[in-house]
């Protein structure tokens, strides 16, 4: 079956496909070969438009799934910004720098700088801060220390059950999870001390920290 009769057969629209397709190979004898400048190209011609809600009154206009949390949101923030001309080549122009800086070692004010500029240009300039997550390192019920990764708690509490044994003594920790805890689980620490496995009471337990005090939490 050749293009043409699979697009016909297909229902799709040939004079849309071969404009499209012009557009596409004009953009890549200037060697344009990336997805998304490819993309920039035909929304440039107005080729990229997608029924709305105003040509299908019946349509669901609830929010896709996902986009209800933050990292959801700012991707639909981003995706929208990234569909409209010509916020999307600023956007685009602007997370290239973005990266140059982040891979670079750039200076951390102008770093912030750019962060503040494209939330603003995709209008996240108000989107509440997601909450921080620490790991408390204990010892029944006694604090070791906080860390704001597991692995870092973790290596305290291997380094103090070390501590309890001799040098020539083969120590091998396994770490299994808090199964009592179903919403945010822990982290329990077991080691085999030659060959003889043995519970040692220290765990790592993932804490949300608020970024502002709630008058109803307590409720």
């Known amino acids: 079956m050749t293009i043409s009769t699979e697009i016909k057969a297909s229902g799709m629209n040939m004079r849309h496909i071969t404009a499209a397709s012009q557009v596409i190979l004009a953009a890549q004898k200037r060697g ?18 997608l029924p709305s809600a105003a040509d299908d009154p019946e349509k669901d206009t609830a929010a896709p799934a996902g986009a209800t949390s933050i990292p959801g949101t700012i991707l639909v923030a981003v995706a929208r910004a990234l569909r409209e001309q010509p916020t999307g080549a600023q956007l685009l122009e602007g997370l290239d720098e973005l990266g140059e800086l982040s891979v670079c070692d750039g200076e951390p004010a102008e770093i912030a700088s750019w962060v503040a500029a494209l939330c603003h240009l995709v209008h996240l300039d108000n989107i509440p801060a997601a909450p921080t997550v620490v790991y408390r390192a204990e010892h029944d019920a006694i604090v070791a220390g906080l860390y704001t990764t597991a692995e870092a708690a973790q290596q305290h509490c291997e380094a103090l059950v070390s501590r309890e044994y001799p040098a020539s003594a083969a120590v091998v920790f396994e770490w299994c999870v808090d199964e009592d805890d179903v919403d945010r689980p822990g982290l329990e620490l077991d080691v085999r001390v030659d060959g003889e496995h043995v519970s040692t009471g220290y765990t790592v337990t993932p804490l949300e920290v608020a970024a502002a005090y709630d008058p109803d939490a307590d409720e």
């Open 32 to 49: 344009t070969t990336l997805a998304a400048p490819l993309a920039m190209a035909l929304e440039a011609q107005q080729m990229l438009r």
